[in-house]
Nanobody, 117 residues
Framework: QVQLVESGGGEVQAGGSLILSCVASGRIFSTNPLGWYRQVPGKQRELVVVDNGDNGGVRIEYGDSMKGRFSISRDNEKNRVDLHMSSLKPEDTGIYYC????????WGQGTQVTVSS
């Protein structure tokens, strides 16, 4: 079983930056994917960015139109993955979910990000 706990959400003005953090507990390893999805109003949950782990494949995957303003960092010692967001826009407002995969998919409870114009 894997538990994911996000922190760092909040309100930021358009053009600003924000960092979200997620700490994983349970049996998650450096070879397991960890990353971030989001759900903005009126849309389905979508991939932001995921670190697939050091297993020889494609390491970092971005969702459509996410590359450039979003990036990910991972600390395997701390079982932590951060989402770095910059040049935020009001349409980035939504709930951001930490994601992990080890046999099954795991989700955090979500953290709200609000970008005001």
């Amino acid at each position: 079983q894997v538990q994911l706990v996000e922190s760092g959400g909040g309100e930021v003005q358009a053009g600003g930056s924000l960092i979200l953090s997620c700490v994983a507990s349970g049996r998650i390893f450096s070879t397991n994917p960890l990353g971030w999805y989001r759900q903005v109003p009126g849309k389905q949950r979508e991939l932001v960015v995921v670190d697939n782990g050091d297993n020889g494949g494609v390491r970092i995957e971005y969702g459509d139109s996410m590359k450039g303003r979003f990036s990910i960092s991972r600390d395997n010692e701390k079982n932590r993955v951060d989402l770095h967001m910059s040049s935020l826009k009001p349409e980035d407002t939504g709930i951001y979910y930490c994601y992990g995969h080890r046999g099954s998919k795991y989700w955090g409870q979500g953290t709200q990000v609000t970008v005001s114009s």
